[in-house]
């Protein structure tokens, strides 16, 4: 059996380059949740040069919005959501210094052209699994947008996260790579 590859954030540019489409690795450290209205809020931010409510440098966002915890427990499920809904905002965070981002689904080019250009890594990460993907979680709190509820965003500690390198910073990409193999078999 393989030894389990575990990163840490924050993710440097070496760490993003020694990985390669459909690596599985699990992510211990800090992550931070987002969705769609996080995501946008954060983008006028960035346009209106106001300091963001952490530093993304080398971080990871986990396109989720989990459900309420259960008591004793630090969150409930947190199953990924689609990435392609954070793709008109990606590009600038990434500029900005996103290096992960954590999600299911396919991405549009001008998302996957920003990970090639400042080294960036998207990760699928389990979909239907939200109750197993929650044991992960260390520890949950609310950081930015709080009236969002759900989908506020949180600083999550992970530890051992399942994810698989779905699209590299090279933009080797499993999700083509699959369309592809399907279309050659019909």
């Known amino acids: 059996m393989m030894d ?3 990163l840490c954030a924050p993710f440097s540019d070496e760490t993003i380059r020694s990985l390669k489409t459909g ?8 992550v931070y949740t ?3 209205e996080a995501h946008r809020r954060l983008c006028e931010m960035i346009r209106r040069g106001e300091p963001m409510p952490f530093d993304i440098e080398g971080q990871a966002v986990y396109y989720a919005g989990p459900a309420p915890a259960k008591p004793g427990k630090p969150i409930g499920s947190v199953g990924p959501t689609t990435g392609g809904r954070m793709d008109a905002y ?3 965070l990434i500029a900005r210094g996103l290096k992960v981002m954590i999600g299911k689904g396919t991405r549009s080019a001008q998302v996957v052209d920003a990970m090639k250009q400042y080294t960036g890594v998207y990760f699928a990460a389990i979909g239907g699994a939200a109750a197993l993907m929650a044991k992960c ?12 509820g759900t989908e506020a965003v949180r ?3 992970v530890k051992e996260l ?4 779905a699209i590299d910073c090279r933009g080797n990409d499993v999700y083509k790579l699959a369309r592809e193999m399907y279309e050659q078999s019909i």
């Open 137 to 148: 979680v260390e520890s949950a709190e609310v950081i930015a947008f709080e009236e969002l």
């Open 4 to 6: 389990k590859k575990i």
């Open 90 to 92: 990606s590009p600038s």
């Open 162 to 165: 399942p994810v698989v390198v």
């Open 155 to 157: 600083r999550l500690t």
């Open 34 to 36: 987002a969705r769609d």
């Open 23 to 30: 690596d599985m690795v699990y992510i211990s450290g800090t």
